[in-house]
């Protein structure tokens, strides 16, 4: 795996938590796994997907894989804070995953393919744990379906400033747009992906404060210092590029981005 582009921070913790508080009905209202089911989250991270995960299916098993021991000591953390009984934490690499294969009935995977080198040869790992019959969700973004009122070229160079670091980091932001065929190429059977759009205005104030304000214009403001340290920006460009992006937040403003959500099953 990369490394993560938005770092370790209690800022980006936050950051994620929001991110999946807001948008736990658009990307998680049609999941739920049956009781009894065995599901790997792969990437876990935090725990932010974790939470609603474990609520939404309270008789199934969760088993939490993530690179970082950072990152799965605060998710421990989390699920003790809130009681969580079907959950368990594992380190391990998801190109190299601690588990027979046809161990899982189930597998999810969210906001990770996105920041590694080779997302084909994962997903084609994490075919191999899936049971035959058994399904894979993943869910990503794309930064290239993002869009605003009022327009702003100074907000567009800011936001492809993130894309361009990413993909300097081994990831890619464009993701999204790939899931099809790579769930194809990676053996993956009844492939389907869904577009969930997050569209924002004056009238959702949940989604202005929690979607913009708190996901996406601080996903990209948490790239400063790389955009302007390599010189992809100047200053100038850089902050009107980011009071921009806060402009949408206003009575006049709306903002739009695109999350797609992947299905496969394994045959």
Same mark, same amino acid.
Request: glycine letters at 10%; aromatic letters at 8%; proline letters at 3%.
């Given at each position: 795996?990369?490394?993560?582009?938005?770092?370790?921070?209690?800022?980006?913790?936050?950051?994620?938590?929001?991110?999946?508080?807001?948008?736990?009905?658009?990307?998680?209202?049609?999941?739920?796994?049956?009781?009894?089911?065995?599901?790997?989250?792969?990437?876990?991270?935090?725990?932010?997907?974790?939470?609603?995960?474990?609520?939404?299916?309270?008789?199934?098993? *969760?088993? &939490?894989?993530?690179? /970082?021991? $950072?990152?799965?000591? !605060?998710? #421990?953390?989390?699920?003790?804070? @809130?009681?969580? =009984?079907?959950?368990?934490?594992?380190?391990?690499?998801?190109?190299?995953?601690?588990?027979?294969?046809?161990?899982?009935?189930?597998?999810?995977?969210?906001?990770?393919?996105?920041?590694?080198?080779?997302?084909?040869?994962?997903?084609?790992?994490?075919?191999?744990?899936?049971?035959?019959?058994?399904?894979?969700?993943?869910?990503?973004?794309?930064?290239?379906? *993002?869009? &605003?009122?009022?327009? /702003?070229? $100074?907000?567009?160079? !800011?936001? #492809?400033?993130?894309?361009?670091? @990413?993909?300097? =980091?081994?990831?890619?932001?464009?993701?999204?747009?790939?899931?099809?065929?790579?769930?194809?190429?990676?053996?993956?059977?009844?492939?389907?992906?869904?577009?969930?759009?997050?569209?924002?205005?004056?009238?959702?104030?949940?989604?202005?404060?929690?979607?913009?304000?708190?996901?996406?214009?601080?996903?990209?403001?948490?790239?400063?210092?790389?955009?302007?340290?390599?010189?992809?920006?100047?200053?100038?460009?850089?902050?009107?590029?980011?009071?921009?992006?806060?402009?949408?937040? @206003?009575?006049?403003?709306?903002?739009?981005?695109?999350?797609?959500?992947?299905?496969?099953?394994?045959?």
């Amino acid at each position: 795996m990369t490394s993560y582009v938005h770092g370790y921070s209690e800022k980006e913790s936050c950051r994620l938590a929001d991110q999946a508080g807001t948008l736990t009905e658009l990307l998680h209202g049609d999941i739920g796994y049956p009781a009894g089911s065995r599901v790997l989250e792969a990437g876990c991270g935090v725990g932010a997907q974790t939470l609603t995960l474990s609520r939404s299916s309270p008789e199934a098993r *969760f088993e &939490c894989v993530d690179i /970082s021991k $950072a990152s799965l000591n !605060a998710a #421990q953390q989390m699920a003790a804070n @809130q009681r969580l =009984a079907n959950v368990t934490f594992r380190q391990g690499d998801i190109y190299r995953l601690p588990f027979r294969a046809d161990s899982f009935d189930h597998v999810f995977v969210c906001f990770v393919l996105e920041h590694l080198s080779d997302p084909l040869e994962a997903l084609i790992e994490l075919r191999r744990v899936l049971k035959p019959g058994g399904t894979l969700i993943a869910i990503e973004g794309d930064h290239g379906s *993002f869009y &605003c009122h009022p327009q /702003s070229r $100074a907000a567009d160079l !800011a936001v #492809q400033c993130l894309v361009n670091i @990413q993909a300097k =980091a081994g990831g890619d932001a464009l993701i999204g747009r790939r899931l099809y065929p790579l769930l194809r190429e990676a053996g993956y059977a009844g492939v389907a992906v869904f577009p969930r759009m997050v569209y924002v205005d004056a009238s959702r104030p949940a989604l202005v404060d929690g979607f913009t304000r708190k996901t996406f214009t601080a996903m990209v403001e948490g790239v400063k210092d790389q955009a302007l340290e390599i010189g992809l920006i100047d200053r100038k460009t850089w902050d009107q590029g980011i009071a921009d992006l806060y402009r949408t937040t @206003q009575a006049d403003g709306t903002f739009c981005y695109t999350f797609f959500k992947g299905v496969g099953i394994k045959r």
